[in-house]
């Protein structure tokens, strides 16, 4: 991916055990044109240890609930679990 860019942000509900919200994202890959995708993201958290962990990661993009098994499963497992670890939001919503 040559480029990735956050357009906009728009928390939808946050308790303490559940955040979701919506995300418009522009991916530009190489040698190819950008493409804005538009997700809703939920993530269901839990405290372990007085740490903050995603128990639950759902990821839709454009309108589209991706599999929840075999390969796509695994990626969205790694994708909850880490991505928010080396991700930063934005600085205003």
């Known amino acids: 991916m ?13 308790t303490d055990s559940e955040l979701v919200f919506k995300l418009r994202q ?12 538009n997700s809703l993201v939920s993530l269901a958290l839990v405290k372990e240890d007085g740490v903050e ?15 929840h098994e075999g390969l796509g499963k695994i990626f969205k497992t ?3 679990d880490y991505l928010t670890a080396i991700t ?3 600085k205003t919503l």
Request: charged share 25%; net charge positive.
């Open 26 to 37: 522009e991916y530009k890959p190489h040698l190819l044109p950008a493409k804005a995708v």
């Open 53 to 67: 962990k995603v128990k639950y990661h759902k990821d839709m993009w454009n309108e589209k609930d991706y599999s």
């Open 2 to 14: 040559a480029r990735s860019q956050t357009l906009a942000t728009e928390i939808v509900s946050s």
């Open 88 to 90: 930063q939001p934005p």
């Open 78 to 80: 790694l994708n909850g």
